[in-house]
């Protein structure tokens, strides 16, 4: 019987909750934006710890401040961003898509009627070099026209389901709120790691 892999942990400190959010977002508590360097930085950690581990975020704020993240119900906020983020990332590479394919039918046509004027340079101008140049000339840029539509159909798009899959993991992680006294800056360099980085 395989055992339970150990979870992978990403652990942020905090001085006050409010740290963990947009200052300026007006939105009711649960849909808040996430600081952008505190998502950059749970992004960050989540891409680098194990795939296939459950995912905990495990934040650590003082006793009234972890009071409160619970009474909030922090958990469900940062569910609520990271879902918004995935549906966001999701979006992007849908209109990537899209654009793609309106690139390539308008660099079709441009291609076939390139490829026809170089033939058609060939044939009047003879095989001379001034026509070979203009002829090669012609099937080029017919070419490089093409290349936007098959870089966005072929490559844009990767990264972006990569952002919009690991922020659906994020989206899924437990959410562990630790008591603990304040670091010593308005933010110490938070730690992740995965559980079997603990020392036994």
């Known amino acids: ?7 992978a942990v990403v652990e942020i400190r905090l001085r006050t909750l409010g740290q963990l959010f947009e200052s300026l977002d007006p939105s009711p508590f649960h849909e808040r934006d996430l600081d952008r360097q505190a998502e950059a930085y749970v992004m960050g950690w989540a891409r680098e710890l194990p795939r296939h581990a459950p995912l905990v975020l495990r934040i650590h704020l003082p006793p009234p ?4 993240a619970r009474a909030a119900d922090l958990g ?29 039918a308008i660099s079709l046509p441009l291609l076939a009627v390139c490829l026809v004027l170089a033939r058609v340079a060939t044939a009047v101008m003879g095989d001379g070099p001034m026509a070979e140049f203009v002829s090669t000339g012609l099937a080029i840029l017919g070419w490089v026209v093409c290349w936007k539509p098959l870089e966005t159909l072929l490559f844009d798009w990767l990264p972006v389901s990569r952002r919009r899959d690991l922020a659906r993991r994020v989206a899924t992680a437990s959410v562990e709120i630790v008591e603990s006294a304040p670091p010593a800056g308005l933010r110490a360099a938070p730690e992740a790691r995965s559980s079997s980085d603990r020392p036994a």
């Open 76 to 104: 469900t906020a940062v569910a609520n961003h990271f879902t918004t983020v995935a549906a966001s990332a999701e979006a992007e590479r849908r209109d990537l898509f899209r654009l793609g394919w309106r690139y390539l």
């Open 1 to 7: 019987m395989a055992t339970p892999q150990e979870p």
């Open 65 to 68: 401040e972890a009071a409160e």
